[in-house]
């Protein structure tokens, strides 16, 4: 498996434009995750899926952020309008939903916003 | 969720033995321990996970006391390529989050 892959890479965009994260799980994984790093804050996990279904979003900043899993190879991240303090790397993870698991992260979107 | 404190650094001479301790003073029965390392621009890749008493495996050690309330990682005989960050993870159900870290620089 080539693990979990995110595009794009990198991502500049302009204030107020429309963003999207792409990424795709490891094939068999039934829980995934999007993570916010920034060097202030840290690695932040912004909201997961369990079976595609979004079970906890109480890390999504604000309704600028919206996220979906339409299916079990898939989820996209939204950020309409972008705004400058969005800057950060944004990372997908995906595991098995198990109570004994680990979680493989992609490389990640390193997305600046000017 | 059970929070997590460690070292915020840690520097360490090539060829050490390097021990980072993290407490973890409300984890939970069905909680697991699970340790992360990051290089820059780079997700965090897992390292290890116990439960309780002490588990190997090929790149590092995990001790964990009786009361499981502090978990030591333990990196035998560092190399410059070891310089990363390290989180300490509770891990409840399969919730992952991360703490701020330990900076492990590895010197010459």
């Known amino acids: 498996d080539a693990g979990v892959i995110q595009s794009p890479r990198h991502e500049v965009t302009e204030m107020g434009q429309e963003v999207t994260l792409r990424c795709k799980p490891i094939s068999g994984h039934n829980s995934l995750f999007w993570y916010r790093q920034t060097m202030m804050r840290g690695l932040e996990l912004l909201i997961y899926f369990n079976n595609n279904v979004p079970i906890d979003d109480s890390g999504m900043p604000e309704d600028r952020f919206s996220a979906k899993m339409p299916n079990a190879s898939f989820s996209t991240l939204k950020i309409q309008p972008s705004e400058p303090r969005d800057s950060a790397v944004y990372f997908c993870a995906s595991s098995f939903r198990q109570a004994k698991s680990e979680a493989f992260f992609g490389q990640g979107t390193r997305l600046t916003v000017v | 969720l059970a929070k997590t404190t460690q070292p915020i650094s840690m520097d360490s001479y090539e060829g050490q033995e390097v021990n980072i301790t993290c407490s973890h003073n409300?984890?939970?029965?069905?909680?697991?321990i699970t340790w992360y390392q990051q290089f820059p621009s780079q997700g965090p890749r897992f390292i290890i996970q116990?439960?309780?008493t002490k588990v190997t495996n090929e790149v590092a050690s995990l001790f964990i006391p009786a009361d499981r309330k502090s978990s030591t990682l333990s990196l035998p005989r560092v190399s410059l390529s070891d310089t990363a960050v390290y989180y300490c993870l509770v891990v409840t159900g399969n919730q992952f989050y991360f703490g701020t870290g330990t900076s492990l620089t590895v010197i010459p």
């Open positions: 409300n984890i939970a029965t069905n909680d697991y």
């Open positions: 116990g439960y309780k």
